[in-house]
C-alpha cells in the first residue's frame, strides 16, 4: 500500500479550546495532518464557532475533511415513536444535506446513548429507514460506530443493505467497552473511517478516555494490522489532551499535535501503512 493512499486525519476537538478555532485548525495542517474531523452540530459553538465557517477555514488552509461526526447527544432518540425522534430524523435529514453540499462524505453515527437506550426495535428501524434515504439523496455514507453494545449495530445491519451505509471503527470504544467481541473484525468490511485513540480497558465510572496513542493498553499493532487487512484509506486520531491525560498542563497544543502525529507516523511505518 502507498502511503500517499493513507491520509492522517485529527480529529478538531482535541482539547485546549481556549486557542482560538483557527490557530487550532492552523496547528493541525502545520504538524503534517492531511485531514481533519468536525463535530456536526451546534453543541460547542461557543468554544468552536460556526461548524460551516470551520469547514470553510479547513478548505481554505488546505485540510480535507471527509468525515463529520453528528451530536451522539440524543442518540437514544432514535428508538422511540414521539416528538424526540421526529427531531432527531429532523436533524440528521439537514446534517445529510449540510454534508452532501460540501462534499463531506462520512457521517459518523452513534446507535446508543450511555445506559439510557431502548432496547432494539422497530421504531428505530423505521427512523433509521427515513435517516437512510436523506444518506442516499444526498451521497452521504452513514459510518455507524461501534459503542457500548453491538447488538444494536448487528439488529439495524440485520435489516438494511445499501452502500450509504459504512463503519467507524473506535478503537477506544472497543477496549474499555467490548474487549471480547472484536468489533474491527466484525464490520471490517465495511470500513469507511475511524476514532483511534487509547485507553487503559474497563476501569472506573468513565473508561472512555479518549487519550494518545501510547498512554493506555490498546494493541495498536494489532489494530492496525486489521486496519491494513481492510484496506483503510484514512486514520484519523480522536484523542484528547483532557484532564485524565498525562499530557494535560505540560503541552501546548502545538506540541500536543506534534507528539501525536509522531507517534500515529511511528505505527503507521511500523504496520506497512507508510
Known sequence: MKSQQVKKGQNF??????????SRLDAIKDVGFDETMFWWGAEFESTDGSRLKLYDYAIKVG?????????????HWLWYDDERAASYVKQFDEACRECG??????????LT??????EPNQ????????????????DVVIAIENTRFLRYNDFILQHFNSSNIGYCFDSGHANCYTPNEDPLSKYGRMLVTTHIHDNVGAVGEYPDQHHLMGE????????FAKLKHFGVRSVNLESYCNETSKYYGKLNYGQFLQLSIEKLREQMKKSGLL
Open 13 to 22: 476537538r482535541f482539547g485546549f479550546y481556549d486557542v482560538p478555532a483557527k
Open 63 to 75: 485540510l480535507e475533511v471527509n468525515t463529520c461526526h453528528f451530536p451522539s447527544t440524543n442518540a
Open 101 to 110: 453540499e460540501r462534499g463531506i462524505k462520512n457521517l459518523v453515527l452513534h
Open 113 to 118: 446513548r450511555r445506559l439510557i437506550t431502548p
Open 123 to 138: 421504531l428505530g428501524v423505521d427512523n433509521f429507514a427515513r435517516m437512510l434515504e436523506s444518506a442516499e439523496k444526498n
Open 216 to 223: 493506555g493498553n490498546v494493541n495498536f499493532d494489532e489494530v
